[in-house]
């Protein structure tokens, strides 16, 4: 599947509205990011930080601080969509950071870590 490059947010702001959605789009780029914070949508004043995404947050630094491979984190991204626009689906690969095989099919459970 071609991917459409020019989807790349910008302080947390993906801005779709001249996107046509004839290819899937990468939301790549700057997302919001607070690390050790579970933060809901009512809370996204929370987020002060931003983070490259796709990409593993051991190799980056959030207040001068490394932050290692152990920890939990909230992700942010608000999306602009143009006024008129197709139904849309969003894919997230679930568990990829833990190791664990995704699962697709219904019903089906996470599986156990898969050996490298």
Not at 11 to 16: C, H, K, P, Q, W
Not at 67 to 75: D, E, K, N, P, W
Request: proline share 9%; with cysteine; charged share 20%.
């Amino acid at each position: 599947m071609a991917y459409d490059s020019s989807a790349v947010a910008k302080n947390g702001i993906a801005d779709l509205r001249h996107q046509n959605f004839e290819k899937e789009l990468a939301l790549k780029g700057e997302w919001l990011f607070a690390w050790h914070q579970l933060v809901t949508p009512a809370d996204k004043n929370i987020f002060k930080h931003t983070i490259p995404f796709p990409g593993l947050w051991k190799d980056q630094q959030v207040n001068g601080e490394h932050l290692g491979s152990v920890g939990y984190a909230s992700y942010g991204l608000t999306i602009l969509l143009p006024r008129h626009h197709p139904l849309l689906a969003m894919y997230l690969p679930v568990g990829k950071a833990l190791g664990k095989q995704p699962c697709h099919e219904p019903g089906c459970r996470e599986q156990e870590p898969v050996a490298p």
